[in-house]
């Protein structure tokens, strides 16, 4: 069977294609990326059995990346697109709908209708649904929603100070990265399996503290939607609501707000200069103050969840760099940790320094009683997992 899983970040598009044995290992065919989606001036890249394509150019959105990537397929070796049996998609907020699901109209109406909770990823997932089932009519599609892996969260920590009819309607954290984290916590249980408190940052387009104790989600950064918690590329991060009342004397409507906050805000709102973190450091190299501003705003979120997270967990044995800043971003890395060496956190900077973010590196010192490692995560390789299962009909939707 072969599986294409589509991982539409909120900044990039990432896919893989897998072909299924008959032990269930899985055997990567092709892969493909592309970063600063809507930005201008994306690198992409695409490999498959017999070459390597990449380029820059400029997608206005995920579909025009979508088509762009898929048109280089047959010239790195994979001709015939019809062979594509399924096709997992890393969705984001399924609401009600948790772990993976087939997709049908009722889980399209159910994203759509969180759109507006999640405007920077549900609307592409659909849009890139309806385009795919126009061009494989034949494939099976899989949602797999985000959520899941967070549900072992206590309670104490899901719930708003709120009316508690509205926790009862889910207006409550639910966690996302949930592909990002399962993998995180597998593979640590695998390289460390004495390793029982971890907290990982997934740093990326998006971004998100998560505190996994024995493997399990306790703790995530994200709220009732993923526009909270650490700040983002172009979204707010934490903030409190009742600055609405201020915004909205000063002639703002919610709408107009909301807006403001999901696509100028984060590191671009802080900077003004960029929602990708490579351009704001280099303008804060020149001597720019406000993108300065934005990178340590920026690491102040980072740490402040990470002193919350060693308490949830009663201490830390390992801190997990992952996602497209937390293993290529080498001087995040120095700041997020400098000066935790009261909580056991001491980063080998050289170490750091010369890992290579593609590879899983400890990049802690030898007297570091945290070990800080760099993973790169594999949420594909946990979608087309969980979109095998679906097909096997062995997954379970809660
Ligand atoms: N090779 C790299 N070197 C430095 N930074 C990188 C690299 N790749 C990605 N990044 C950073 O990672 C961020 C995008 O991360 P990514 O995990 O791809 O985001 P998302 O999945 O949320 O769209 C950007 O801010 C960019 O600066
Ligand atoms: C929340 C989420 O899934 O983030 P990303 O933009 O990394 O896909
Ligand atoms: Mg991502």
């Not at 004495?194 to 740093?203: F, G, P, Q, S, T």
Request: aromatic residues 6%; hydrophobic residues 45%; charged residues 20%.
């Amino acid at each position: 069977m072969i599986v294409l899983v589509a991982n539409l970040g909120s900044t990039s598009l990432k896919f893989k294609l897998y072909e299924t044995s008959a032990d269930e290992s899985l055997t990567a065919l092709a892969s493909g990326a592309a970063d600063r989606i809507g930005q201008g001036g994306s690198a992409w890249k695409v490999s498959g059995s017999e070459a390597t394509r990449e380029g820059q150019a400029d997608f206005a959105d995920h579909q025009a990346a979508i088509a762009a990537l898929l048109a280089e397929m047959p010239a790195v070796g994979f001709g015939d697109s019809s062979r594509i049996d399924a096709i997992g998609f890393k969705a984001v907020h399924g609401g009600p709908i948790s772990g993976a699901v087939r997709v049908d109209q009722d889980v399209i109406d159910t994203m759509t209708s969180f759109s507006d909770l999640a405007p920077a990823h549900n609307p592409p997932y659909i849009a890139a649904m309806k385009a795919f089932a126009q061009l494989l009519p034949d494939a099976w599609q899989v949602a797999a929603f985000e959520t899941a892996f967070h549900q072992s969260i206590p309670m104490a920590r899901q719930v708003y100070g709120i009316p508690y009819d509205w926790t009862e309607q889910g207006v409550r954290r639910y966690g996302f990265h949930g592909a990002s984290n399962a993998y995180i916590a597998r593979r640590m249980q695998q390289i460390r399996p004495e390793a029982k408190r971890v907290i990982n940052l997934h740093l990326g387009g998006s971004c998100s503290a998560c505190a996994i104790k024995a493997g399990q989600s306790v703790a995530n950064s994200f709220g009732t939607t993923p526009q909270t918690g650490i700040l983002h590329a172009a979204r707010v991060g934490d903030f409190d609501m009742y600055a609405l009342l201020k915004l909205r004397g000063m002639g703002l409507s919610v709408d107009d707000v909301l807006s403001q906050l999901g696509k100028q805000g984060g590191l671009l709102g802080i900077s003004g200069v960029s929602a990708d973190m490579r351009d704001v450091q280099k303008a804060a190299s020149e001597g720019n103050e406000r993108a300065q501003l934005a990178v340590d705003a920026f690491v102040e979120s980072c740490r402040h969840y990470i002193g919350a997270y060693a308490v949830a967990l009663g201490g830390v044995d390992a801190l997990v760099f992952t996602g497209g800043i937390g293993q290529h971003n080498i001087r995040i890395r120095e700041a997020v940790c400098r000066d935790l060496a009261f909580l056991g956190i001491r980063l080998d900077e050289t170490t750091s320094a010369g890992a290579d973010g593609n590879a899983e590196t400890l990049v802690s010192r030898k007297n570091s009683d945290v070990e800080v490692w760099v993973i790169p995560t594999d949420e594909e390789q946990v979608v087309a997992r969980q979109t095998l299962e679906v097909l096997a009909g062995s997954a379970s939707a809660t």
